[in-house]
């Protein structure tokens, strides 16, 4: 079965810490998402790609947050320096163009204290 | 304005029975698409179907049934015959067009937690 890997799974990290969450999408997918899911803010979009090349990051705040593909098997997030209102589970998608979402990873979930 | 209304903060529903979970969207794209996702107390985020604006019949998937009415606004999924695996978060989702492509950012509404029980 094809699946969206991530890691690490769980982070937990202090104030002020870097962090960098990485995302293998599915062999062949040329479309990669970010989202990310709060209690207070539910699920929301913070960044995506299409053949690597950066779509929309409207959601990513972006004094702290970058998002990048260094190549098509590898996505990474990363939060500089970490906050705790960034605690939340992020998940990685990715799909083929002129098909549908449906792959999801199983998400990281940082907590930052 | 939310693109995405789910109006059941929770629902239960016993074993064998059917259940309908609300959906209303609000998109003035006349291309569209809805999802349904369903997320176990796991955390993993499950595709469950897919419902195109330009579909003429209601999509099904299994015991899965999206209840598509254009004209309301509305894609109500129906779960037949429920399960204890069923009880789940289930979040309904829109993508508008985007570039031309199928593929683009997901509007989630904030989810129904479904509650099967014996």
């Known amino acids: 079965d094809a699946r969206v890997t991530q890691t690490p799974r769980d982070k937990v990290t202090e104030m002020g810490q870097e962090v960098t969450m990485r995302c293998q999408p599915i062999l062949g997918h040329n479309t990669v998402f970010w989202y990310r899911q709060t209690m207070m803010q539910g699920l929301e979009l913070l960044a995506y790609f299409r053949n690597r090349a950066p779509l929309d990051d409207s959601g990513m705040p972006k004094d702290r947050f970058s998002a990048e593909m260094p190549d098509a098997t590898l996505a990474t997030l990363k939060i500089q320096p970490s906050e705790p209102r960034d605690s939340a589970v992020y998940f990685c998608?990715?799909?083929?163009?002129?098909?549908?979402?449906?792959?999801f990873g199983p998400g990281t979930r940082l907590t930052v204290l | 304005a939310q693109k995405i209304t789910q109006t059941q903060p929770g629902m239960f529903v016993q074993e064998k029975e059917a259940v309908t979970l609300d959906c209303t969207y609000d998109t003035s794209d006349p291309s569209y698409g809805l999802f349904w996702y369903k997320q176990p107390s796991s955390g993993e985020m499950i595709f469950l179907i897919y419902q195109g604006s330009y579909d003429q019949q209601n999509a099904t998937e299994g015991r899965y049934s999206l209840n598509f009415q254009k004209a309301r606004k509305s894609a109500n999924l129906v779960i037949s015959a429920s399960q204890l695996g069923d009880s789940a978060m289930y979040f309904c989702a829109m993508r508008e067009a985007d570039r031309g492509s199928t593929l683009g950012r997901l509007y989630f509404g904030r989810g129904t937690q479904l509650t099967v029980w014996p």
């Open positions: 998608a990715s799909g083929e163009d002129r098909r549908f979402l449906r792959f």
